[in-house]
């Protein structure tokens, strides 16, 4: 069993900053990229900011320079700081990893966390 476990959203003002937290747990034998993705109402989910396992990342336009993707490999953990917060970031915020598990077919899988939600409003 593996668990993706996402924490940190929550309601913040125009301009201010959350730090969501992903912890990923259970039978797992390595970690490939991980990353972070959005769902606004109603609009599919797409990629906010994604980060490999040798630490390259990757950002939607629309977060460059506001938000940063960071992962403690030893902790199986990645962060996404968010700051300049807008009232169009709020969603949904989803966890992600591709990794492989420590029992059965070593091939890679892919996990979502359960999201958490964060909105921005004044």
């Known amino acids: 069993q593996v668990q993706l476990v996402e924490s940190g959203g929550g309601l913040v003002q125009p301009g201010g900053s959350l730090r969501l937290s992903c912890v990923a747990s259970?039978?797992?034998?390595?970690?490939?990229?991980m990353g972070w993705y959005l769902q606004a109402p109603g609009k599919q989910r797409e990629l906010v900011a994604r980060?490999?396992?040798?630490?390259?990342?990757t950002y939607a336009d629309s977060v460059q320079g506001r938000f940063t993707i960071s992962r403690d490999n030893a902790k199986n953990t990645v962060y996404l700081q968010m700051n300049s917060l807008k009232p169009e970031d709020t969603a949904v915020y989803y966890c992600?990893?591709?990794?492989?598990?420590?029992?059965?077919?070593?091939?890679?899988?892919?996990?979502w966390g359960q999201g958490t939600q964060v909105t921005v409003s004044s």
């Open positions: 259970g039978s797992i034998l390595s970690i490939n990229a």
């Open positions: 980060i490999t396992s040798g630490g390259s990342t």
């Open positions: 992600n990893a591709d990794l492989r598990r420590s029992s059965g077919p070593r091939i890679v899988y892919t996990y």
